[in-house]
């Protein structure tokens, strides 16, 4: 299974955001503008609004691209997973900016395909999926934000389960089937926030001593280094 590489994010979003800018100028100006596209000539492209948490399923790409407009709802990760469902596993993900020009694409062969993007609250993307797959499940999410040595994960507007376990070196943090690892000293403290729909968590603990504590409308695991 084909994970995101979220090792290593450390500090604010607001400090990553330069080098982030300079980094778009380079490689989605220069390096990959064959891969930009011009939004007014795109047809069929699918509106989306505003994504916290959604799937699309069993999309045909064997005919041509499916393309998609989305918003980001939050600050956090703008994350893309694409499962083939057939036998071909060659489905890609691409993401571009309101105006057209790439921002990142999913790489390998692995299945999954995976892609996460660090936006900002009001962020449009137009999302490429392409391949010869007739059959790939699409899953798009924007409930994770990671500052510092905190991760919040929020809800979406239906029935979320969130499961938090620990490793010698990882944070594991599963949101609807979505996996995020994060290395112990970016998450530290892991926050979810339920909210709308029957939400549940599981939370696994360490190997050491560790404590839990519940009441009516929260519950709190924490041991070394960690809550």
Known sequence: MHLPNLFGKRSSRQAARPNRARRLAVEGLEARQMLDVD??????????????????ENLDLAAADVWYSAEAGRDGFFSLEATDVGSSSDAT???????G?????????ANPQRLDWEAD???????????????????????VEHVGDTV????????????????????????NNLIYRFFN?????????????????????????????????????SGDGYS
Do not use: C, W, Y
């Not at 939004?39 to 799937?55: A, E, M, N, S």
């Not at 020009?101 to 062969?109: E, F, K, P, Y």
């Not at 009001?122 to 699409?138: A, E, H, R, W």
């Not at 696994?204 to 560790?210: A, H, L, V």
């Open 93 to 99: 993900l691409i993401l571009h900016g309101s105006d």
């Open 152 to 175: 919040t994960v929020g809800d979406s507007t239906g029935d979320d389960e969130f499961v938090f376990s620990i490793a010698s070196t990882q944070r594991q943090i599963t949101i």
């Open 39 to 56: 939004p007014g000539t795109l047809t069929g492209v699918i509106p989306l609004d505003i994504v916290d948490f959604t799937r699309q």
């Open 121 to 143: 609250q009001g962020n449009t993307f137009l999302i490429q999926v392409k391949g010869s797959s007739s059959d790939v499940d699409l899953t798009l999410a924007n409930l």
């Open 101 to 109: 020009v790439m921002l990142a694409d999913s790489t390998g062969t």
């Open 185 to 221: 000293s970016d998450g530290t403290n892991v926050v979810f926030i339920a909210g709308d729909g029957h939400d549940t968590a599981r939370l696994f603990d360490s190997q050491g001593n560790d404590t839990f504590e519940a009441g009516p409308d929260m519950a709190t695991l």
